[in-house]
Structure formats: structure tokens, C-alpha cells
């Protein structure tokens, strides 16, 4: 771990969505500098922000709108400065929501959001949210670089990850696809990766040492942005 | 396709100590509780449930510490509960580094405190913790403070109710097994599993690998909480240190007994169990590939 002058600013945009504690406790762990904050230029002026997010679509839409952040983040990712997007932050990032009506997103990856269906295929009962651990798999048609080169680096295809939702995304472009999951018969996309953004439905920060990992190859990734000026 | 069934740790905690009883009674110290949950996260733990079991008793909260210092080397859920009575109490085990709250006493006291949390801190956040005892004509109620406290609730209704106030899972613990080592309660976890779509926890009774095997089956649980099958074991295999200057029954501890209702696993036991029996839940990968099971 480098000294704190050394260290990359992180933004953990706080707009009253969830508890942000755990996402900055994993960020010191993997020895970023983790601030909590919904100040415009704090944002503006971090390495690398993180959207996480626990609860309902519209309210945290509504919350960003409010706090003036929409802006702000769309900015900061045009700039080409990464972000990471957590559980419902990923969400946040799709054009549209079915969730409670229909939403409009951030629209930085271009696709919806939907929910899970309350019946398998033999029309049993789902258990809706999915709460617990499953695994993430490289989809078949992914060049293997995508995942290498992505915070997924050096973790296996088929690792367990921590989720708990209910809604998940659908990029239009399938190539956005990182990783896909399969819950209660359902195959689901959750992981994008495109250019700048990484994007996960899962909580890295509560996936034990694979998910710290994550935050490592986020943390190094934004390191070398940030040397070559970006 | 079955989904993973989560395997969850319960330490109850009675001021500085790790502490287990029978019945939700008769305390016995076991050592310190982060020390045992460092031990269950490294071994593969999927979430942790930290109980303090006397705080709604004397209406106090002396978890804080030991939150933060597992909150800064645990990557797990960690759901606390005992004794959080409003919102702020929340908040505060919330800040210290817990990811889940369990609710009970504050619940059935003001359930409107359940959507209220829900809606601040977002349902995934809010677990019902329900203490059921069966009555003598075959219905279950709902109790408070480990059992003692009587409610009238019956359990199902109250399971119904929770879910519809926007409860994100319920940890179902049987007080008439609690601590026996003869199993889970199976027609009462299946009842409320049955009944309600979010998550159910079965807590209560494990005495060996097999009783989780049951309560998944027959059962329907969601997720099992184990106490003291894997305390048992840690104390068994690791040199235990107790803070003696405080509160506690450490003559359990020091005669090196343990428990004869109780086979003592780990957590590797428990989910080689599991698999070789059919069932899916997290393990080490580079394992698993090692000993060829399969997805």
C-alpha cells in the first residue's frame, strides 16, 4: 500500500441510496481513497467515481436529479475517466426501467432494465429478490481478452459472487456483456464492460477475497489512466 | 435448477463475549466473537449473523466495537441485531459497518418502523428476525427477548405481514429447538417458506450436518443459520481467549466439554455435505475442480 499522497481519489457518489460504508471500507482495502460525497466538482475533480446503490429505481433517479448529479456523472464518463457501477448503479446506467412504471436511466449503456419472472419453467415459485451467492461466467462468444483486460482479471469464470435483486439489466449491445448469471432458470447479463465503464450487479465489496480482488484491478486500472493523462 | 443455499454463522454476543445457550438460555462463553468470525469468513462463511442476546433485556447496544473491527477485515454480509429499537439505532450499526439490521421486539412494538427502514435503508437491508414457539394445541407464536416475552402473534400471520411491509428476509428461529442439537423445526420453517417470497433463514436446532441436509429438503429454507455446531468445532481445533473481567459462565469453556448433543463441523464439512447430497451452494472453485464436483 502506497502513502496517502500516492493515492488515487475515489468518488463514492452518495445520493441517499443504501450504505455506502462497506464500498469505502473495500476501497481503502485495495488502497484507494475513498470519499463519500454528492459535491459536483469533489466528483469532477476524483480519479475514478463509484454509483453504487440499494433500493428503488425511480427514487434514485429522482435523488440524482435533485442533487443536480446527472450531469456531473455523464461528464465525468464522456471524459473517459472510469467508472464503476454497483447493484442498482449498474441499472442506473440503462436507458429505461420497468421498475414501478417506466423510468427513464442515465442512458450511458444503451438498454433496459427488467425484472425477474415469479415462475420457472415447471411454474414453481421464485424466491424474488435473488439474495445469496452465484457464480459469474464469461459468455461463450466473449474474446477471452474482454475478460482479461477487465476488473475481472484473474478471476476464474464460474466464480461466486454476492448478489441481492430483483431487476436486472439488458444491454441492447450483447457485446457490453462482461459476465452472465443464471438464477432460478434465468440467464441473466451481470457484468458490462465498455471502454471506460465496468459495471456489476453483484457486490464485489461483500464477495470476500474475489470480490476485494475486483476493486484491486479497478484500482490499478484507474492508476494507469490516470498516468497517461487521462 | 436450485438456487445456493446460503450457510450464515449466528454468534450470539452477551457484552465483550461470544456466548451460546440452550433454549436461548444458560449462557456460555465461547471466547471472542470477531476472532470466530475471522476464522468462519476464511473458511468460507456466506454471510455472518451477529446477535447481541441481552441488550433488549437491559435496552443497550455494546456491538459498535466489535462491528467495526470485523467490518474492516470481513468482505461478507454481516447482519446485526439486539436491541436496535428506531431508525437512528439502525443507522448507527449501519455506519459502524453491519450490511443488514435484524429486527424483533421494535417490529412487533411498531411494525410501521418495518417500511419506514425499508424505504430509508432499502428492504435487502431489513431482516425479521421471528422467535416461534409451538403452542400446545399445534399453532406457532411469535415471541420476544429469547423467547420470553409473548406477543400473541401467530407466526404466519406475522410472517405475511412483514413481507407485505417491505421485510427483505426473515431469520425463522425455533426456540423450542434452539440449542438442543435435534434439529431444526421442519413443519414450521416450511410453513413460512411456503408461505412468503422473500428469503427465509431456518435457525435453531442444528445438531449435525445432516439436520442442514433436512431443513434445506424438507424444510424449504432459503438459508441456515448454524451456532453451535461450528463454534464447537473452532473451539475444539483453536486455543481460545476469553475476556474474564466481564460478564459470563466461563466454566463450560475451561472444562474443554462440549456439548453431547452436538457433532461439531466445519464449514467445509457442511458444503462437502451439501454437495455430495445434491445440493448447490457457494465453495472454493480451485477446489471444487480438484475434487471434480460440478455446477
Not at chain 1, 469532477?44 to 443536480?68: T, Y
Not at chain 2, 405481514?161 to 416450511?190: H, Q
Not at chain 2, 450436518?209 to 443459520?225: F, L, S, T, Y
Not at chain 2, 458444503?271 to 465453495?283: A, E, I, S
Request: aromatic residues 8%; hydrophobic residues 35%.
Amino acid at each position: 500500500m502506497g502513502t496517502p499522497h500516492s493515492r488515487l481519489q475515489v468518488a463514492v457518489i452518495d445520493y441517499g441510496m443504501g450504505n455506502l460504508f462497506s464500498v469505502e471500507r473495500a476501497c481503502e482495502h485495495a488502497g484507494l481513497n475513498a470519499i463519500i460525497t454528492a459535491d459536483k466538482s469533489t466528483i469532477m475533480n476524483s480519479d475514478g467515481i463509484i454509483l453504487p446503490g440499494v433500493g428503488a429505481f425511480g427514487d434514485a433517479m429522482d435523488s440524482l436529479e435533485r442533487k443536480d448529479l446527472i450531469a456531473p456523472i455523464k461528464d465525468f464518463v464522456e471524459e473517459g475517466k472510469p467508472l464503476m457501477a454497483i447493484c442498482l448503479g449498474m441499472q442506473l446506467l440503462m436507458s429505461e426501467s420497468e421498475e414501478f412504471g417506466q423510468h427513464k436511466g442515465l442512458n450511458i449503456i444503451e438498454g433496459s432494465v427488467v425484472k425477474f419472472p415469479v415462475k420457472n419453467m415447471e411454474g414453481g415459485k421464485i424466491k424474488v429478490p435473488q439474495v445469496g451467492w452465484n457464480r459469474i461466467f464469461q459468455p461463450s462468444s466473449e474474446d477471452p481478452t474482454y475478460w482479461n483486460e477487465s476488473p475481472l482479471k484473474d478471476i476464474m469464470s464460474g466464480e461466486f459472487m454476492y448478489f441481492v435483486h430483483s431487476y436486472y439489466t439488458v444491454p441492447s449491445d450483447k457485446g457490453a456483456i462482461l459476465s452472465t448469471t443464471t438464477y432460478e432458470g434465468t440467464q441473466f447479463c451481470s457484468g458490462i464492460r465498455r471502454r471506460n465503464v465496468f459495471a456489476c450487479q453483484y457486490h464485489p465489496e461483500k464477495s470476500a477475497a474475489e470480490g476485494i480482488k475486483i476493486y484491486k484491478n479497478w484500482a490499478s486500472a484507474t492508476k494507469s489512466k490516470q498516468r497517461d493523462g487521462l | 435448477m436450485s438456487k445456493n443455499i446460503r450457510i450464515i454463522p449466528r454468534l450470539d454476543i452477551k457484552g465483550p463475549n461470544l456466548v451460546k445457550g440452550i433454549h436461548l438460555e444458560g449462557l456460555r462463553v465461547l471466547g471472542k466473537p470477531e476472532h470466530f468470525a475471522r476464522y468462519y469468513y476464511q473458511a468460507g462463511a456466506d454471510e455472518l449473523v451477529y446477535m447481541d442476546v441481552v441488550a433488549s433485556l437491559y435496552g443497550r447496544n455494546s456491538l459498535h466495537d466489535i462491528i467495526e473491527r470485523t467490518a474492516r477485515e470481513v468482505f461478507i454480509p454481516l447482519t446485526v441485531g439486539g436491541g436496535l429499537r428506531t431508525i437512528e439505532d439502525i443507522k448507527n450499526v449501519l455506519r459502524a459497518g453491519a450490511d443488514k439490521v435484524s429486527l424483533n421486539t421494535a417490529a412487533i412494538k411498531n411494525p410501521q418502523i418495518i417500511s419506514e427502514a425499508s424505504r430509508k435503508f432499502g428492504s435487502s437491508t431489513i431482516l425479521i428476525s421471528i422467535e416461534a414457539i409451538k403452542q400446545p394445541d399445534g399453532r406457532y407464536l411469535a415471541y420476544t427477548d429469547n423467547g420470553r416475552e409473548h406477543t400473541g402473534l401467530e407466526v404466519l400471520e406475522w410472517a405475511k405481514r412483514v413481507e407485505t411491509l417491505g421485510a427483505g428476509e426473515i431469520m425463522l428461529t425455533s426456540v423450542d429447538m434452539e440449542g438442543t442439537g435435534k434439529g431444526y423445526d421442519i413443519e414450521l420453517t416450511r410453513m413460512v417458506a411456503d408461505a412468503v417470497s422473500i428469503p427465509v433463514i431456518a435457525c435453531g436446532g442444528a445438531g449435525s450436518v445432516g439436520h442442514i441436509g433436512q431443513v434445506i429438503a424438507e424444510g424449504k429454507a432459503d438459508a441456515v443459520a448454524v451456532a453451535s455446531i461450528l463454534h464447537y468445532d473452532f473451539i475444539e481445533n483453536n486455543r481460545v481467549e476469553v475476556d474474564r473481567e466481564d460478564e459470563g459462565n466461563v466454566e463450560f469453556l475451561e472444562s474443554r466439554r462440549t456439548f453431547s448433543k452436538i457433532n461439531p463441523a466445519n464449514l467445509h464439512d457442511i458444503k462437502d455435505y451439501l454437495h455430495k447430497n445434491g445440493f448447490q451452494c457457494r465453495c472454493n472453485i480451485n477446489q471444487e475442480m480438484v475434487s471434480g464436483h460440478t455446477a
